[in-house]
Structure formats: C-alpha cells, structure tokens
C-alpha cells in the first residue's frame, strides 16, 4: 500500500483529527527527554480505543511501518525517537481509570492514564499507589511500565513491577495476548506480564494494566541532614541500610545540586553544605517516632553538622518539593544537561560518589550528583554543550568512565531510566554478547519485522 493510501487509511479508522501527517505537527513527536537527534516519523496516530490501538498495530505491521509508542515522551534514554519512515503511536487519547476496586485493592487502567492523576484517584479511595517517577506529572503508567520506573519510594516500597498484577498487550499482528489477573495469586501459563514490565515498547503495545495497591501508612516524618562532607552523608546511607532500618525515602545531593536548587526553587537549603540526605520514614506512629530518633542517631554519629525534622506537611512538603526540582534547577545552568542513571550496591556508593567527582576532575567537567542513595541509584547529572565538540567528546568519555566505575563495583547501566538507544550499545558490557543474542532471537521470533520500536535495548 503506497503510504498515502496507508494515511488514508489510518485517516478512516482514527478519524482525520487523530492522524498528524503534517511536518510541524510530526516534529513535535521527533524527540524524548534524552540528549539524541531528534527523527521526523512519517506519521503521528492517535487511537481513543482498544479495538482501534490494536488495528493500528496491524495495519502498521502488514505495511512494514514500524511503530513506536509513545506516552509523555519523558523517558531519558531515547525509547520514543522513532523511524523516520515509521509511526508515533499516541496513548494520550487512551487514558481511562477503567476500576479502582477498594475490596480487592487493585485497579485496572488505560495505558495513557498520567500517574500523579492516578495516584490521586487512589489516594481519594483510601488506598495508595506508592510509584512515584519524577516526572509523575506527566509521566503514563503505559510509560511507567515499560520503563519499569522507579521513584523517591523505591527503597521502601519498590518499584513499578512490583505493582503490575497483569498486562494486556498487542502483539506486532495486532492480536490481544493476555497475562496475569485480578488475583493476589496467579501462576497460570508464562509470566507474560514480567516479560512486558520493561521491554519498553519493543514485544508488544499495552492496553489495559492492571496495578496492585496497598493501605497507605498511617503517618511519616521527614528530616534533612547536612554535612560538611560528600564521604559523612554517603557512608551515612550505607550506614543506615545496615542498620536494617528501611526509610521510605532516602535521597543524596551534593553541593553542585543544592546551589543550583536553591537558585532555582529558594526552600532554604543551605548552600554551603557539601552535602544532603533528604530522608522520610513513615508507617505505624511508634514505628515512625523510634526510627525517625534511630535514624537521627545514626546521621548524628556518622558526622551530619545538622538535622533539621519537617514539623508539619508544609515543612515536609518543602523538602520533597526540593528534591523534584534538582534535575529542573541544574538543566538551568547550561544549554544541555545529561542525566545519567548508573547504579551500584548501596554499599558502594561512597566509592561511587567519589569517582564521579574523580571523573568530574579528570574531563574538566560539571557533574552535579543527587539521587535515590537508598537504592543506590545515583543521577550524576553533566552540565554541558554539546555544540562544543571538544567538550562534548569530554562527556562521551565521562559518561563511558562512569557506566565502568559503577559495572567494575557490580552495579547496573541503569537503575530507572532504561536502555533505549543511548545505552543499547554498552548493552554487551553488563549482560555479554550470549545474553543479547538471546534476547535478539525472543525479539526476532515474537516480532519477526521488527516492527515495535526497532533498536532499542538490544540495538539493531
Ligand atoms: C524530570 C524527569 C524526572 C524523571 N524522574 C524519573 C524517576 O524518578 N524515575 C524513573 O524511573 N524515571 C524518571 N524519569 C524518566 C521517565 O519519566 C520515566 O521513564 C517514565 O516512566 C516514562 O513515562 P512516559 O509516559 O513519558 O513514557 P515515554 O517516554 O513516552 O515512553 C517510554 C517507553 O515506554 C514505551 N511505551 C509507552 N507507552 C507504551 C505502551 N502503551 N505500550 C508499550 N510501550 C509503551 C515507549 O515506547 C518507550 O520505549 C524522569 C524523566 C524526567 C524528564
């Protein structure tokens, strides 16, 4: 079919308003949060249905147009740039809270569904959605799940696949293949739905989700501890971890982060501290009250010049809204800002620390380091321009040296943020050469055009 007849199509299917064929309309889907070339596709669709997202799919695969789903388009590592001749598919128009069941404590949802609406929808019905990606704002759970996102909670409550009880999905041919149920227990047939939870739009197109919830705890309490040492705050985290207490939140910044968030956001962070723990424990009252005071003991101990405890919400509020704005506040000091995502055991991140700001000196580099420190995923964040060449094969290096230091200490390429195209080729370094040809022939057998989001993870 001549791609004019195709649009024509899509055109009858979706309805004119919900296929964008025009350049301007096109260039706006060309991009995602990652510091890649933007590619034009050949067309934006917009499916308001299941039974219209999966003839999309078919129609796309019988006509060799690849597809690459697309949710808020935040993700960070390019798994929303598509083929310049392939289709954006949007779920924007597919966003329905289908259940929220308070009995069973599930909820089944729309992949377009943004998850800040979602967690409040929730919240309303008592219960709790504890996910929280930083970009929960815009962010779509469809998103949330195939880049298995994380949040501020992770530590405590884990992340997103730990609230998947079930997925259904489009195959490449547009077939709705089902997995998982409304049960606390179900082992029957392949765990589909672990395979989907990342795969990142590369095996199948979600269409409906279902999501465990849990009661919300009772209460928390929030505290900021200062250091006057990038070492005292990180071997606090370590020491806190093996303490075998287990805050809700723990998160890190380093000097560079708390300057940049105090310009940006002035809740009163004091910017000549080298460093921050931002950490909230919450639960039963008495819980809370002896591990907030044990937690305080150990940051005292472990050398914090301060600790300062939220009194009320708005004080608490004042703190997470801290913590939000830090990549915001340091995207403001140069034209382009690289957020890398390298994990390591939490008792590795005093090393880890330190060799950012090793790799940091070695390329004459601004790196800012902040980051959920509990899960040992670090965000060491490089503030550049990447219209200076000479500084920007500097950042290359930097960012190679850093997804070494983290693998050498057993750590990940990425705690959150996935793999996409920016870090498909350092795929072999973590997995080896076995593992991806595995993956690429599970990729080959279930999608065997290559239709859904070509190159990514596993590259081409
Ligand atoms: C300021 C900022 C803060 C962030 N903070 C965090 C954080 O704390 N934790 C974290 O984990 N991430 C974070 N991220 C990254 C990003 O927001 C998450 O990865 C998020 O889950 C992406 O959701 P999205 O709806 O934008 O998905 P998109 O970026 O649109 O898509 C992400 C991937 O999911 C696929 N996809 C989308 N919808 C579907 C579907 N229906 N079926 C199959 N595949 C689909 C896409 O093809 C793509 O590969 C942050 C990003 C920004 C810009």
């Not at 649009?7 to 919900?18: A, Q």
């Not at 609230?163 to 765990?191: C, E, H, Q, W």
């Not at 956001?265 to 009252?285: C, K, M, N, S, Y």
């Not at 034209?335 to 055991?345: H, I, K, Q, S, Y």
């Amino acid at each position: 079919m001549s791609s004019k007849t195709l649009i024509t199509e899509f055109e009858t299917l979706l309805g004119t308003d919900n296929v964008i064929s025009d350049e301007s309309g096109r260039m706006s889907y060309a991009y995602d949060a990652a510091v890649l070339e933007p590619v034009l596709p050949e067309v934006v669709l917009r499916p308001t249905t299941g039974e219209t997202l999966g003839e999309t799919i078919r129609l796309c695969n019988e006509n060799n147009m690849p597809v690459t789903v697309r949710g808020a388009g935040t993700n960070l590592s390019g798994g929303t740039i598509p083929e310049s001749k392939g289709a954006v598919v949007l779920t924007n128009g597919f966003n329905k809270i289908l259940e929220i069941n308070r009995e069973d404590m599930y909820a089944v949802v729309q992949p377009g569904v943004v998850t800040a609406k979602f967690a409040a929808a929730v919240q309303e019905q008592g219960l709790f959605y504890p996910p929280d990606p930083g970009s929960q704002a815009v962010s779509t759970l469809g998103g949330n799940v195939a880049e298995n996102a994380g949040g501020l909670r992770g530590l405590k409550y884990g992340v997103t696949k730990d609230y998947v009880m079930g997925v259904d999905f489009f195959d490449p041919a547009g077939n709705l293949i089902r997995s998982g149920s409304r049960t606390v227990k179900s082992v029957t047939g392949m765990n589909l739905s672990s395979l989907m939870i990342g795969s990142e739009g590369s095996l199948g197109v979600f269409n409906e989700i279902i999501l465990k919830l849990v009661p919300p705890p009772a209460t928390h309490r929030a505290m900021m501890a200062i250091y006057d040492s990038v070492s005292a705050a990180s071997e606090t985290v370590a020491a806190i971890i093996a303490s075998q207490i287990i805050p809700c939140t723990l998160e890190f910044m380093d000097n560079v982060t708390i300057r940049a968030v105090e310009d940006f956001a002035h809740v009163g962070l004091p910017t000549d501290a080298r460093a921050l723990l931002l950490i909230e424990v919450d639960g039963h009252p008495a819980q809370v009250a002896e591990e907030a005071a044990q937690v305080e003991e150990i940051c005292r101990k472990m050398g914090a010049v301060n600790i300062r405890t939220a009194k009320d919400d708005a004080e608490r509020n004042s703190i997470w809204e801290a913590r939000r704005a830090a990549l915001s506040a340091l995207a403001r000091m140069r034209p382009t800002t690289v957020l890398e995502d390298a994990t390591v055991p939490r008792s590795k991140i005093p090393h880890m620390v330190r060799a950012v700001e090793d790799i940091a000196e070695k390329y004459n580099l601004t790196i800012g380091t902040f980051g959920h420190a509990g899960d040992g995923n670090l965000h060491p964040t490089i503030m550049t321009d990447r219209r200076d060449k000479n500084e920007w094969l500097r950042v290359e290096k930097a960012i190679e040296d850093i997804f070494d230091v983290a693998l050498s200490f057993k750590g990940t390429l990425s705690g959150e943020h996935g793999i996409g195209l920016a870090k498909a080729g350092f795929m072999a370094k973590e997995v080896g050469e076995a593992t991806l040809d595995y993956c690429r022939k599970m990729k080959a057998a279930l999608d065997p055009k290559g239709t859904l989001n070509p190159g990514k993870i596993i590259g081409r």
